[in-house]
């Protein structure tokens, strides 16, 4: 799992930016992909199953506001995240 300071460093807008959507869709995509190898060991554990469905349903709505407002850094960043699509 990254660090959380290498992936605000590498998505950040500006010196100081911890919360802008690219930097919120990162952090959250590390969390899912974490999350995600815990239930292929856990297969039961349907609390952690249930923060990550809540999770991805954040991410999915920053995406959207994203694709709304800036087409072109939506795009860059889900092929960097290596993520489908928002529908």
Do not use: C, W
Not at 53 to 71: N, P, S, W
């Amino acid at each position: 799992m990254e660090n959380k300071s290498e992936i605000i460093a590498k998505f950040k807008q500006s010196e100081n930016d911890t919360g802008s959507v690219q930097v919120q869709v990162a952090l959250l995509t590390e969390r899912i992909n974490h999350l995600t190898e815990h239930l292929k060991k856990n297969p039961k554990d349907n609390h952690s199953r249930r923060g990550l469905l809540q999770m991805v349903g954040k991410r999915k709505g920053f995406l959207q506001y994203l694709k709304e407002r800036d087409i072109e850094t939506y795009r860059k960043l889900i092929k960097e995240l290596n993520i489908r699509e928002v529908k």
